[in-house]
């Protein structure tokens, strides 16, 4: 997905959702206060990951559960907004989360968590904060074509978002884990985001 589309997606949300300024070049800014993203692994990806002995877990807060797509069986997150803000122009904002998830290579006793993620629209991608450390990295880019977005007054809803391993997520989490299991533009799945304002 190009840049393009993406800042043109989230313009529309955002022109929506928000009222535009009028006579001042001040950015408008909303507030997020709440609300709940998704991330559904897909099918193909959790078989592939367990059958290399890779075993994806939550971390609380998050929520995990099961459920199907194409009547597949797979590994669906939930995890908490906690806050962050939207500005129309320029474009930008964050949306952050508490939770994580955790990687354990079952062979090898080896893991990596990344946690507390943060949806970055100006850079359309999906952070986290690596446990133990103070480093953040870019986990998941964002694609947008294939999403469906519903907006009211207080909240919006964007789902079936592609996420799509970034480099640097893929090379950590090989070196980490010592597989190969994982490579970059990887379609891990997709994400339901419901934010609150």
């Known amino acids: 997905m190009t840049r393009t589309v993406l800042v043109s997606a989230a313009s529309t949300v955002a022109a929506l959702v928000i009222a535009a300024p009028t006579a001042s070049a001040t950015p408008h800014t909303v507030h997020v206060k709440g609300g709940q993203t998704s991330v559904t692994v897909a099918p193909a990806i959790a078989k592939a990951l367990l059958s290399n002995g890779i075993a994806p ?32 122009s320029p474009l930008g904002g964050t949306i952050k989360h508490s939770g994580g998830l955790k990687f354990t290579n ?29 480093a953040r990295v870019p ?24 996420l799509k391993l970034t480099t640097e997520a893929a090379g950590a989490l090989n070196s980490t884990l010592k597989t ?18």
């Open 57 to 88: 877990i939550v971390t609380r807060p998050g929520k995990p559960s099961l459920t199907t797509v194409g009547g597949q069986p797979t590994l669906k997150a939930g995890y908490p907004i906690t806050g962050g803000s939207l500005t129309t």
């Open 139 to 162: 986990v998941f880019k964002l694609d947008l074509s294939t999403a469906h977005v519903k907006l009211g007054k207080h909240k919006a809803d964007a789902t079936n978002v592609t």
């Open 106 to 134: 079952v062979f090898n006793g080896r893991s990596l968590e990344v946690k507390n993620f943060t949806i970055d629209l100006t850079k359309g991608r999906l952070t986290g904060l690596v446990a133990g450390t103070k």
């Open 180 to 197: 190969t299991v994982f490579s970059a533009g990887l379609t891990v799945g997709t994400a339901d985001t419901h934010p609150c304002f």
